[in-house]
């Protein structure tokens, strides 16, 4: 134990002696490593000056202990750590302490499973957990490394490294961590369960085109019944992914840095969400090192194939991006701040802080939560890809029956692009038919009624239709509104409808579809 007590001594006083050299080579080390107590308050104190960019020295570390300065012998002995210890040598310290702290755990564990099997009344389960405990211990500690000089570092172009590939674009990426925080009662848990569903199909989320992945919902808070008419609303009912895991499970769902997460990492590749961030673990939020610890072990499950989607709360003060330690925002890749705003309870923003992938795009939703329905509303991308499918739709209105390179050719665009618009909006904006190997595009008419657009849910198609064109009939209400003007592009006004009213709205546009299908022409509302 003396001899344990000293290489402490010796590291912390080789990282007041030289922090620079010292503290980066301390990264594997944590605060419970530490046998004696002042040891750790001392070591604690350290990384809270480093995770503030502030130096670490004699100075300012009584600062940050206050009262604790005394519980570890004051000044006095701080000054004294720097004898003896040499800061070339804070490698061995390291391993040296590392093996030391593993040896006392592996004491415990092995006392605690003894005490179990002692006892008559052993539960098989609990020994059993404590035995792979016991033994996930001693292989965390006793793996292989292959890296053991600098020469043996390998060269990262002669590594098969695939480019960034997003799941859902701006949002989440492949093998990376999110974060979207906002304070309680903003619909985040309501977003990401869109956002889960379109990934899992492979569908639309808020005009983006999402990859397919399996995913996995790690759910802490809501009750099943809330989940079950979610996913009624917004998926239609049951579907085979995502795999939501609630707290109404025998088996509750796993805390960050739990082997399971780690192994269906390797195996599904899926995307992780976690709702909230603060019952997925069991540590003070504060805590630097804690939330390190934490947030290292989301990053092995994303280094080994997962996508990391991460639920959190921000404080209360006006400008928080996130409550906790930094540690926690610095070690995501893309982060965001959700808002609602509070005249209007279905516009939603999601402000992005970083993103080490790109541009920081920040977009405004537009939620209907009766439908499940997520559309964006207000960005220069949205606006320019609206305008580029208005054009190919003005193109196939004016001239009916072009070929897909009669279209391509009359639109000022790239061919690729507006070949994709084509395919994706078929249905949708225009409808197809084929005539011999030729694909030709018409305008979608009904009868002798105005053009109008098929609009389907954010998920695909999905939900009722809305009918929105040229169409400028009056609509009766009981409220306020006499008519609903229509905007310069033609669309209705929705932003200017209350929910019934838009519900009206839908109603009367498909009746007048249906008698124009079957009648002939519109009547009279």
């Given amino acids: ?12 006083g080789s990282i007041l002696g030289a922090p620079t050299q010292a503290w980066p080579a301390t990264a594997e080390i944590s605060v419970n490593d530490f046998l004696l107590s002042s040891h750790r308050l001392i070591y604690a104190a350290m990384a809270k000056l480093a995770e503030d960019g502030e130096p670490i020295d004699v100075v300012l570390l009584p600062q940050v202990l206050g009262n604790d300065i005394a519980e570890i012998g004051g000044i006095e002995y701080l000054s004294s750590l720097v004898d003896g210890c040499v800061p070339e040598n804070i490698a061995a310290y390291v391993r040296h302490m590392r093996r030391a702290a593993l040896h006392r755990t592996l004491k415990r564990k092995v006392e605690n499973l003894d005490q179990g ?12 957990q404590d035995a792979q405990d016991l033994l996930d211990t001693i292989h965390s500690d006793t793996v292989d490394r292959k890296i053991k000089n600098f020469a043996a570092i390998p060269d990262i172009f002669s590594i098969n490294i695939n480019p960034a590939e997003f799941l859902v674009p701006h949002i989440v990426a492949r093998k990376t961590m999110t974060l979207i925080a906002g304070l309680d009662g903003v619909a985040k848990s309501q977003l990401a369960m869109k956002l889960a569903i379109a990934v899992a199909t492979g569908g639309n989320f808020i005009g983006f085109a999402c990859g397919k992945a399996p995913v996995l919902f790690l759910d802490y808070e809501n009750p099943d019944f809330e989940i079950v008419r979610r996913m009624k609303i917004m998926a239609g009912g049951s579907v085979p992914d995502p795999k939501i895991w609630g707290t109404w499970l025998d088996e509750q769902p796993p805390q960050i840095g739990n ?3 780690l192994q269906i990492s ?4 899926p995307l992780i969400i976690v709702d909230p961030f603060r019952d997925a673990h069991d540590d003070d939020e504060n805590d630097s090192l804690e939330m390190k610890r934490r947030m290292k072990a989301l990053r092995t499950c994303a280094t ?8 959190h709360h921000t404080a209360k003060a006006e400008g928080s991006d996130g409550r906790g330690s930094t540690a926690i925002r610095a070690a995501c890749d893309i982060r965001f701040v959700q808002e609602m705003d509070p005249k209007d309870g279905s516009l939603i923003t999601l402000r992005c802080g970083k993103n080490r992938l790109g541009k920081k795009l920040s977009m405004t939703i537009r939620v209907n939560f009766e439908e499940g329905v997520f559309e964006r509303t207000d960005s220069a991308e949205f606006d320019g890809r609206q305008q580029q499918l208005m054009s190919l739709r003005k193109i196939i209105e004016e001239s009916p029956g072009l070929t897909q390179n009669g279209v391509c050719g009359r639109v000022n665009m790239k061919k690729t692009r507006a070949m994709e618009f084509l395919k994706a909006e078929d249905g949708r904006l225009w409808c197809t038919k084929q005539d011999g190997k030729a694909v030709l595009y018409y305008p979608i008419k009904s009868g002798g009624s105005p053009t109008g657009e098929l609009m389907g849910t954010d998920d695909g198609g999905s939900g009722s239709p809305l009918l929105r064109g040229t169409d400028t009939t009056a609509v009766p209400d009981s409220g306020n509104h006499s008519s609903v003007p229509p905007t310069n592009s033609g669309e209705l006004a929705w932003e200017n409808c209350d929910s019934m009213m838009r519900m009206k709205l839908r109603i009367c546009s498909g009746l007048r579809r249906l008698r124009s299908t079957y009648v002939g022409a519109d009547e009279p509302n």
């Fill in 117 to 128: 099997i002692s006892n008559a009344n052993f539960d098989l389960t609990e020994i059993a």
């Fill in 266 to 269: 390797k195996e599904m590749k």
């Fill in 304 to 311: 080994a194939g997962a996508s990391v989607l991460l639920l």
């Fill in 259 to 261: 082997d399971l997460l």
């Fill in 1 to 12: 134990m003396d001899d344990c007590v000293a290489v402490e001594r010796y590291l912390l």
